[in-house]
């Protein structure tokens, strides 16, 4: 059973796009959101993350925002560039938890 | 970039052979975990471990044992390796676990069952 729902699977997008990517849950105790960023050849790395207590976080060209009634976050790339075609995965852990449960990826390619 | 490494980095081996992944950090992180991926299904934990000789298990531990006799070293073995067992799997550190935690991955290990 997947904890956390990832849309689309893959993704293209012209450069200086907007490439969303979405996520959904189900567990209410989840109270922390990062998105892993994992190029080919390479171990994922974190890209951002929030906290249910914002609806919001900016860095950079990338956002997240969340909205906790409808259990969903979503990662935006503003201004999308090629070096961001990558695999994007999402993922929540729990508040003293030890686990993070990460959605299925999302595979994104920027086209000059 | 956190220290951890991984390996071997590639392995082909047989259906029915025991193969051990070995996961090593320079970091002195507390949480050590065993993640596959595959095609589909994103990052599967397979186990982690809370500290030397703490393990438990994640959603994907049928076939896969784990060891922790020292805090820098997270062992994964597959007794008898089967073909869906072919996957690249990943080792991750973590100093405070799933609360506020990053994870931080290595490199990855590619496994191959023929």
């Known amino acids: 059973q997947q904890q956390v729902k990832q849309s689309p699977q893959s993704l293209i997008v012209q450069k200086g796009g907007i490439s969303i990517i979405n996520c959904a849950y189900e567990?209410?105790?989840?109270?922390?959101f990062p998105w892993y960023q994992q190029f080919p050849g390479k171990g994922p790395a974190l890209l951002i993350a929030?906290?249910?207590?914002?609806s919001e976080k900016k860095e950079g060209r990338f956002t997240i925002s969340f909205n906790k009634s409808a259990k969903q976050f979503s990662l935006h790339i503003m201004d999308s560039q090629p070096g961001d075609s990558a695999t994007y995965f999402c993922?929540?852990?729990?508040?003293?938890?030890?686990?993070?449960?990460f959605g299925t990826g999302t595979s994104l390619t920027v086209i000059p | 970039d956190a220290g951890i490494t991984q390996s071997p980095r590639h392995k082909v081996t047989e259906t029915g052979t025991p193969v051990t992944l070995r996961c090593h950090q320079t970091e002195n992180h507390r949480y050590m975990y065993w993640y596959r991926q595959d095609p589909g299904h994103g990052l599967r934990l397979i186990h982690y471990?809370?500290?030397?000789?703490?393990?438990d298990k994640g959603e994907v531990s049928d076939g896969y044992s784990v060891s922790r006799s020292k805090t820098e070293d997270f062992l994964l073995t597959l007794e008898s390796a089967t073909s869906s067992q072919t996957s690249v799997y990943f080792c991750?550190?973590?100093?405070?676990?799933?609360?506020?935690?990053?994870?931080?991955f290595g490199e990855g290990s590619r496994l191959t069952v023929l």
């Open positions: 567990n209410t105790a989840f109270d922390y």
């Open positions: 929030i906290r249910p207590d914002v």
């Open positions: 471990s809370y500290g030397v000789k703490d393990t």
């Open positions: 991750a550190i973590s100093g405070v676990g799933g609360d506020t935690g990053e994870l931080f």
């Open positions: 993922a929540a852990s729990m508040k003293g938890g030890n686990q993070f449960y």
